[in-house]
């Protein structure tokens, strides 16, 4: 029997309800579908943060390494700077393993309002490429003279040409395989005329190599405007770190909530372990109310199956998200009154063949 080894990282928040539920419908799956999977839990996050002043253990990547992928939740808390939660356990992650295609398609799903006026099924099929290593995130920078008038603070926006490059061309490789072979490249390179505008250069130099793409140019305020006036003239989407990280909030907004977004941090080359996570972040306002949506973390679960090669499970798995949704069964950030157990059980029945 095939096998695959998660590392599940909960983490913070709505992170281990939905994680959880995740795990519950994927073990329904395994058994229907001829694998086996081995969970390795990792409770790592704020509260290891509280005891210990470390979000994971020194030697956490190492621990990780074997893992064929991560399953992770949400980090951050109240009480904890953002910046230490998120520099002290996914960025780490993400950079350490060179995960440096973000991936999250973003469509609306059945039995899910878009806010869009007339934008239905069908209408908005997105995919955003996230450039997930360097750019505004590259974590270069600094501050000096702290507390005095003079003082100063840094962040640095790092390009390299290996790392717009290998990008450039994930993004080419995924519109190509997409019907429509439509990519837009997301620039600001009218104010950024040294970062951005090599990010344009090298965008044109690798669309040279993909004749039958389609391509275009956006700037990153125009491109919001696009997103609502026409979601239909989009299909794939690259962007730095920063860009694409709001956009694709947006872009789940437009979908209809946050609550249903995928994402996976990954490493083409498969060098290291792949990570999948919702992009809810950690919800505390809604935490332990047993409300939290967990349609998020089942379609990451379907994008980290087909990156293990389970394509026909996750096939199976998004099916049972759409025939959930479509008969009603949701939470309420969706237009529903179920909670996060009853959808869960609803995933369950569906992956098993209950009618609903």
Known sequence: MRSHRIAAIPADG???????????????????????????????????????????????????????A???????????????????????ICQGFDQYANVRPTRILPGVVSPLRDVAVGDLDWLIIRENSEGEYAGHGGRAHRGLPEEVATEVAIFTRVGVERI?????????????????????????????????????????????????????????????????SLDTIV???????????????????????????VDPQRRFPSMFEPIHGSAFDITGLGIANPVASYWTAAMMLEHLGEAAAASALMTAVEQVCAAGIKTADIGGNSTTKEVTAAMVAAVNGANL
């Open 239 to 265: 962007a730095t770190n920063l860009h694409a990280d709001i956009l694709s909030d947006l872009a789940a907004a437009l979908a209809g909530s946050m609550g249903v977004a995928p994402t996976g941090n």
């Open 70 to 92: 991560i399953y992770f939740g949400a980090v951050g808390a109240p009480d904890i700077p953002d910046h230490i939660t998120l520099w002290g356990l996914r960025l780490p």
């Open 168 to 232: 450039m061309r994930y993004a080419f490789d995924r519109a190509r395989a997409r019907p429509r072979k439509l990519l837009t490249v997301v620039t600001k390179s009218n104010a950024q005329r040294f970062g951005m505008v090599f990010w344009d250069e090298i965008a044109a130099l690798v669309a040279a190599d993909y004749p039958d793409v389609t391509w275009d140019k956006e700037l990153v305020d125009a491109m919001t405007v696009r997103m609502v006036r026409r979601p239909r």
């Open 14 to 68: 709505i992170g281990p309800e939905v994680i959880d539920s995740g795990l519950e419908v994927l073990a329904a799956l395994a058994a229907r579908s001829g694998f086996a999977l081995v969970i390795d839990r990792y409770d790592w996050g704020s509260d290891l943060y509280r005891r210990t002043g470390r979000m994971m253990p020194e030697d956490g990547l190492a621990q990780l390494k074997s893992a064929d």
